[in-house]
Each structure stands twice: as structure tokens, then as C-alpha cells.
């Protein structure tokens, strides 16, 4: 089973930033739409932002100017860099990726706390 994987939570200060990286287990094809959702404790996931082959990109209005989603289509990897942090940007976030064929495939979660 592919899975994707997460990295570059981590714990920091209100106006501060944070770049999160996703890359599949192993080689996956035919990928479409990759992005990030988050979910904070009580609350449903969100869609956070995210990006077509093509580099057509689609914000949440909550990260509009502040966050920005990048991808590399050869390696099926998918970025997110988070600038002027607010508390309420703390959450679990997932990276996600859906294929030509329907495929949906997710992460495990990378915790983004910060503080103010």
C-alpha cells in the first residue's frame, strides 16, 4: 500500500514559518491533484491549498498571501510553505494526492503547533 509521508512540523512562535515536504513510499503514476488539508482538534479537515499538473494552484481563504504550494511532478512530491504563522493555523496537516484513474492517496499527519 503507498502511502505518503509527511515532514517539517513542528512546534513554533506566532509570525514565524515552517516548510512541509510529501513524497510517496514508493513511485506512484498518473497523479493529478496533490494538496493539504488540516485538521485541528474538533474540527472536520479542511482543504488548506492545492495544485494541479499543470501548477493551477486553489488557497483557503484562512491562507491566501501567507502559504504557498509548490510541486515537482517527476518526483510526485508537494511542498507547503506556511509565512506569518497564526495560532490558529495549528493543526494536523495531510498531504493528499488523487490520480487520473480516482486513486486517492493520503499521509499520515504532521502536527503544525503554533504559539502566540
Known amino acids: 500500500q503507498v502511502q505518503l509521508v509527511e515532514s517539517g512540523g513542528g512546534l513554533v512562535q506566532a509570525g514565524g514559518s515552517l516548510r512541509l515536504s510529501c513524497a510517496p513510499s514508493?513511485?506512484?503514476?498518473?497523479?493529478?491533484?496533490m494538496g493539504w488539508y488540516r485538521q485541528a482538534p474538533g474540527n472536520e479537515r479542511e482543504l488548506v491549498a492545492d495544485i494541479n499538473r499543470g501548477g493551477s494552484t486553489n488557497y483557503a481563504t484562512a491562507v491566501k498571501g501567507r502559504f504557498t504550494i509548490s510541486r515537482d511532478n517527476s518526483k510526485n512530491t508537494v511542498y507547503l510553505q506556511m509565512n506569518s504563522l497564526k495560532p490558529e493555523d495549528t493543526a494536523v496537516y495531510y498531504c493528499?494526492?488523487?490520480?487520473?484513474?480516482?486513486?486517492?492517496?493520503w499521509g499520515g499527519g504532521t502536527l503544525v503547533t503554533v504559539s502566540s
Open positions: 493528499h494526492a488523487h490520480s487520473y484513474y480516482g486513486v486517492n492517496y
Open positions: 514508493r513511485s506512484i503514476f498518473n497523479i493529478d491533484v
